[in-house]
T-cell receptor, first 116, second 113 residues
Framework: TQLLEQSPQFLSIQEGENLTVYCNSS?????LQWYRQEPGEGPVLLVT?????EVKKLKRLTFQFGDARKDSSLHITAAQPGDTGLYLC????????????????FGTGTRLTIIP | DSGVTQTPKHLITATGQRVTLRCSPR?????VYWYQQSLDQGLQFLIQYYNGEERAKGNILERFSAQQFPDLHSELNLSSLELGDSALYFC????????????FGSGTRLTVV
């Protein structure tokens, strides 16, 4: 079973501060994604990273895929109250067996609260 | 509107009852996934269908079943409901496979009383 552990599990910081959320596994993933979920809503895809070492930026959010494609990080600069939510990483296992890479494995989640 | 439609949005029912949750995937997506999310918890994978066929099973109870119809909509049936089944149930759809993302519906909030 490919597990994605996220840390921290909970994070509460003041508006304007920077933060980093981590997503780690002992398994290799062919691609990895980050989602944000707001209360009572379904998760929304933020970004997909495919290549080891890849860095993608989405406004104040920076996503990085580890060189070995086993981990990822999400860095938020100058956090705002609108960034509040549950952040989920999810990856497709680099499994060459039949159907092995058809289903995302979701991380344990990081619940982020930005205090105005 | 994400393109994935889930009905109903809210459902309140008594223990021992049976309910059916419905999901219409985004146009063009062949894969449908069902997830359960309890209060302040992560997503628990239940089951996946691809073009009408069951493709993967997760921690789905025997009291739960699902199917995907020829028009690709899917239904999740929950029977002999217990208080612990109260949760948000999400459906997601995808083209299928890496690196495509999932599009989630807004969920069905099930409350068992």
């Amino acid at each position: 079973t490919q597990l994605l552990e996220q840390s921290p599990q909970f994070l509460s910081i003041q508006e304007g501060e920077n933060l980093t959320v981590y997503c780690n596994s002992s398994s290799v993933f062919s691609s990895l994604q980050w989602y944000r979920q707001e209360p009572g809503e379904g998760p929304v895809l933020l970004v997909t990273v495919v290549t080891g070492g890849e860095v993608k930026k989405l406004k104040r959010l920076t996503f990085q895929f580890g060189d070995a494609r086993k981990d990822s990080s999400l860095h938020i600069t100058a956090a705002q109250p609108g960034d509040t939510g549950l952040y989920l990483c999810a990856g497709y296992p680099a499994d060459l067996s039949n159907f092995g890479n058809e289903k995302l494995t979701f991380g344990t989640g990081t619940r982020l609260t930005i205090i105005p | 509107d994400s393109g994935v439609t889930q009905t109903p949005k809210h459902l309140i029912t008594a223990t021992g009852q049976r309910v059916t949750l419905r999901c219409s995937p985004r146009s063009g997506d062949l894969s449908v996934y069902w997830y359960q999310q309890s209060l302040d918890q992560g997503l628990q994978f239940l089951i996946q269908y691809y073009n009408g066929e069951e493709r993967a099973k997760g921690n789905i109870l025997e009291r739960f079943s699902a199917q995907q119809f020829p028009d690709l909509h899917s239904e999740l049936n929950l029977s002999s409901l217990e208080l612990g089944d109260s949760a948000l149930y999400f459906c997601a759809s995808s083209v299928g496979g890496s690196p495509y993302g999932y599009t989630f519906g807004s969920g069905t909030r099930l409350t068992v009383v």
